[in-house]
């Protein structure tokens, strides 16, 4: 198995903190859906809201095998990200667009340069971070 011959030639097998997985999850903004996923015990469990006025997203999501979740990078589908769209996200979240709301290679590399680099900056190395290899 490549994944175990890259952990033990690493010597990563005790090291949870040091391996990354992350994946990009897609959205739609339709506020028109009958089923939402809420926490336990929530008192009003769906609300109807506006959406942002974008019809598709992207989120990539990256968390370490210890744990550790780092905040996540939204994908737009546009040309230009307008400040209204970043207002209210989850703490510590980076924005970015791309033509059609998906992960593209240059917007992999912003969020890598930008995001995970500095968010792993105390992390000892080596640091394994795993991808799906998605052709996005």
């Not at 040091?18 to 903004?29: L, R």
């Not at 336990?40 to 609300?47: E, R, S």
Request: one cysteine or more; hydrophobic letters at 35%.
């Amino acid at each position: 198995d490549i994944l175990e011959q890259v952990i033990n030639e690493n010597n990563l097998v005790d090291k949870p903190s040091q391996i990354f997985n992350c994946d990009e999850s897609d959205f739609a903004d339709n506020t028109d859906t009958t089923k939402v996923i809420v926490s336990n015990p929530t008192k009003f469990p769906y609300k109807k809201q506006d959406g942002t006025g974008k019809s598709y997203y992207s989120v990539l999501f990256c968390v370490s095998a210890a744990g550790v979740i780092l905040p996540p990078y939204i994908i737009y589908k546009a040309k230009r990200l307008y400040g209204d769209w970043c207002l209210h996200g989850p703490p510590g979240a980076a924005y970015n667009t791309s033509k059609n709301g998906w992960m593209e290679e240059n917007v992999f590399y912003e969020w890598f340069k930008h995001l995970f680099i500095p968010q792993t900056a105390r992390t000892p190395k080596p640091i394994l971070l795993m991808l799906d290899g998605h052709t996005s």
